[in-house]
């Protein structure tokens, strides 16, 4: 159990419903749309899905230690420091944590290859651009997450949202549909904004370590005005899919799901410690937690009783 307790905190497993939500919803457009759902297919989907995820956890810690990163927020004292700590504070060899975390990708890699044989090949796709945006978020030579261009953002946005959900419901299908693409929108925005909030809790020392995030660039009062607009936007992705009947015209009571979030705007100020993002990021994972789960409820609804 110890050892157990190590790997799921190390992985950061806690945060795997952001994952396992557009997974499901892939299904479920399949399911809801066309009334085709093979279990199976779904239950490897969800493993190579979630291995997938902790990968991209475990790299990101992995090459953030390596580059410094991670040692500049734990030196700097009114930093609040986000990776899992194994590393940077010595818990765990580099050594274990490298094994663990190719251990993951080789178990995604194998839910991939079983996909492709009963879907096509073609899963490959969406798998491989997956496996490569997670590795290279923070590997060299590309590092595409520390240039602060909106590229990090951009990566969420695919592999939490556009990549997963038409993944899956190509999987249930062996089809591509436009309606699995508006449908990744509202919960692949709402991810990236939890990637997004969690630059506030340590972007200075982000900064010192030469990791251009967007809050780096741009600096707190702008980066904040940019974070309610991933929040409206993501909102106005979901007003589109009931517009556009991918989804029930009752998911619209998702949009309650936002004033909690709307409400810790409300407490920001221009320039704050680091310490006053922790609701945010808090925040920032229940509205995106809450929003998926009611959209897997209307739209399993839908199913059922269409």
Known sequence: ???????????????????????????????????????????????????????????????????????????????????????????????????????????????????????????????????????????????????????????????????????????????LDYRAFLLSLPIGLLTTLILYNHHFLHWQSDKQAGKNTLVVVWGEQRAIQFSRFLLILAFLSLLVCVAFGVLPYYSLIALITMIPIYRVYGMLKPQNPSGAYLPLMGASLSVTIRCGSIMIITLLARGLFQ
């Open 1 to 175: 159990m110890d050892k157990l307790n190590t790997f799921l905190k190390a992985s950061r497993f806690q945060v795997i419903p952001v994952m396992l939500i557009p997974i499901i919803l892939g299904a479920l457009g399949a399911y809801a749309w066309k009334g085709t759902f093979h279990p199976w297919l779904f239950i490897i989907t969800l493993i190579g899905a979630g291995a997938a995820h902790l990968f991209s956890n475990m790299i990101n810690d992995l090459w953030d230690y390596r580059s410094g990163v991670d040692v500049v927020a734990k030196e700097t004292e009114t930093m609040i420091s986000t990776n899992s700590g194994f590393l940077a504070n010595g818990t765990m060899s580099e050594k274990i944590f490298s094994i663990l975390t190719w251990s993951l990708f080789f178990i995604a890699l194998v839910c991939g290859l079983i996909l492709s044989y009963f879907a096509g090949w073609f899963v490959l796709v969406f798998g491989g651009l997956g496996g490569l945006i997670a590795y290279f978020y923070v590997a060299p030579p590309l590092k595409f997450g520390y240039r602060g261009k909106g590229y990090s953002e951009a990566a969420i946005l695919l592999s939490f949202g556009i990549l997963p959900i038409m993944g899956s419901y190509f999987v249930q299908t062996m089809q």
